[in-house]
């Protein structure tokens, strides 16, 4: 992995990422305050937290959360480096392009959940690609799509732990009781090759705007 950091973020940058990563721990812990009040009173708090933390959805705006508050430090290194925050917006854009497309017509959220809803699926996603778009590039290296394309990998196994363990999967398309394996290993490949395509093309813009930028 690519250890040479970013130009510290400027001003603009910084109050950007800031934004960003208010709403990231906003929704976040909105979110987990709402299973609480559902989740928690029935099956108890662990159980809570434990389907909290099998979303895909947490886990990418936990990583929002991670690289802006580095941001908003002054930091280029660390989880503010190239890397991880390309792997971020990987993350973070297939978060949103997968409920866009696939989930939303799914459920209807009302009250605090439309608003955890919207947090964590339209405004952080579209805030941390902005900031992601306006920031420095030209520093990542085609051998780290794969270090960021692990982490989704390690993801579905995670997924499927958490579908037994709780009795309900994260995601209808990855439902084994539901669907059987074969299904769940098609809607599995499905979904990586979205974020090997999305992440090909993420590295191919990082590169085009770093030749752009000046020297």
Known sequence: MNATPLPPPRRRARALAGLTALTALASLVLQYALLLQTVG?????????????????????????AVCLARVRGRGDGMAAPVPAAAVALYIGITGLVYVLVLRGLWHPQGWQWWADAGLHYAVPVLYLLGWLTGPHGYLRWPQLGVALLFPALYLGWALLVGRWSGQYPYPFLDLGALGAAAVARNALVVGLAFVVCGALLWRLDARLGRRQPA
């Open 41 to 65: 009173a029935t099956a108890g708090n662990g159980q809570a937290l434990l389907r909290l933390l099998g979303y895909f959805t947490i886990l990418s705006n936990i990583g929002v959360a």
